[in-house]
């Protein structure tokens, strides 16, 4: 549930605001809430001093929370045509789309915010349009990379290029606030280019239909999908409102590419099962999503015989295992063949996040005077310190939630200046 706010020359610029799910609110507690998000008391009580919100991309992490926090924000919204259109239908749902200003910028574009100039960085990622940012202002500069990886096949969207990122070596940057959550495996990550043949593979050898279970936020295994169906003659039917939302945004924006097209999900239990392939929300075996509903026998389109076949094209997220683990029991009580990352001779998934050689990288490429390494667990975090350590960096500044990050001159850490937390956004 990200939330950044970087300060100068008494103005705040708010980078990225999202939400988490099924999360307590205190370390403590042991009661979860559907939505939560971190506690914007600090700049609400001086919303005047706030000058813009930019968002970096559209994953709830970064952008979940921005509907119900607007109006306590009331400032102008920053991002790309895609994050723009996602947040538009959340804006929609609470009857607010006319009331926030929405700033859509393109990639390359610099941008005055107040007393911040803002550049968007196109790189890589699992979903359309993400963008790093550098943050220019009198006192100092900073790269704020968002989520990224280095994906030369990225399926969607341009390859990555190294070029801007190699020519910030010349721009002064003062401080990289870095994606960590994989910094602690070694190499690089797999390409999303490299899903293609082992899900190709999975759906040749079915017989009977198969389902795929994925993170609807990744157009690009969606666009991948759509194309193996197409040449093993299937249609494709989507299941999960997340899935079709975001579908919805991508087809709005130009994003989704115009030949593949979707089947009615009530049309697909009257198609030959070696017709059907559809994709389904819920490959963290999260209550009331599709795949769960399908383990089940009590989703209202269609249901599932001996024989058919469900992927995972998705890791298990730390936390989600048992509601996993139950799922695949589920499924492979009706006899359905499931098919794992684990299982899988062939990759099927590919992570949106940098492993080390990638970070390495990008710190060798920008050359910060300060790493920040954000996102991530406090091992993740370290994981990165110590590669940019490595790389050269001269400091290292690691902290948690409430820390303020002084990052002109020599850089420190003020631990708990700010009183931080959580909120429920739905119960
Ligand atoms: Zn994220
Ligand atoms: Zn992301």
Not at 150 to 175: C, H, Q, R, T, Y
Not at 270 to 278: A, I, Q, S
Not at 310 to 334: C, H, T, W
Request: charged letters at 20%; glycine letters at 8%.
């Amino acid at each position: 549930m990200n939330m950044n706010l970087y300060g100068h020359d008494d103005q705040w610029l708010m980078v990225d605001c999202g939400v988490t799910f099924k999360a307590p609110l205190t370390p403590e507690s042991t009661v979860e809430h559907d939505v939560v998000s971190a506690d914007p008391a600090f700049i609400t009580k001086q919303k005047e001093n706030l000058v813009g919100l930019v968002v970096t991309h559209a994953h709830e992490d970064h952008v979940g929370a921005v509907a119900d926090l607007w109006p306590r924000l009331q400032c102008p919204v920053y991002t790309t045509a895609f994050t723009a259109e996602f947040l538009r239908r959340k804006l929609a749902e609470k009857g607010l789309v006319g009331s926030v200003p929405i700033i859509v910028v393109d990639s390359g574009d610099c941008i005055d915010i107040g007393s911040f100039n803002v550049e968007w960085l196109p790189l890589t990622h699992s979903l359309p349009e993400p963008h790093a940012l550098v943050i220019r202002t009198k006192a100092g500069n900073v790269f704020h990379t968002g989520d990224w990886k280095i994906d030369p096949k990225p399926v969607m969207g341009e390859p990555f290029d190294p070029a801007p990122f190699e020519a910030l070596a010349n721009a002064s940057i003062d401080a990289m606030v870095c994606d960590s959550t994989n910094a602690n495996r070694p190499g690089r990550s797999l390409s999303e280019g490299d899903c293609y043949a082992g899900l190709k593979h999975h759906v040749e050898q079915a017989e009977g239909r198969v389902v795929v279970a994925c993170f609807g936020s990744n157009i690009a295994r969606l666009v991948t999908l759509s194309k193996i169906a197409a040449e093993t003659g299937r249609y494709v039917g989507l299941m999960g409102r997340s899935l079709l939302n975001m579908v919805g945004t991508a087809q709005a924006t130009g994003v989704w590419p115009s030949q593949y097209s979707f089947a009615e999900t009530n049309h697909l239990p009257y198609l030959p099962k070696h017709e059907v392939l559809c994709i389904a929300t819920g490959s963290q075996g999260e209550p009331r999503t599709a795949l769960t509903r399908l383990a089940t026998d009590s989703h209202y389109d269609m249901e599932l015989d001996p024989g058919d076949t469900v992927i995972f094209s998705a890791i298990k997220i730390p936390g989600n295992e048992v509601a996993v683990d139950r799922l695949i029991a589920n499924l492979k009580r009706k006899k359905i063949n499931v098919i794992t990352v684990a299982d899988s001779e062939w990759p099927i998934h590919a992570s949106g996040h940098p492993c080390a050689d990638e970070v390495a990288d990008l710190y060798r490429w920008v050359q910060p005077r300060i790493a920040v390494p954000v996102h991530g667990e406090a091992e993740h975090m370290q994981a990165n310190a110590a590669i940019a350590k490595h790389q050269g960096v001269h400091q290292q500044l690691t902290g948690s939630n409430g820390d303020l990050f002084v990052l002109n001159g020599r850089g420190k850490v003020r631990k708990q200046a700010v009183q931080t937390g959580r909120i429920v956004l739905r119960e």
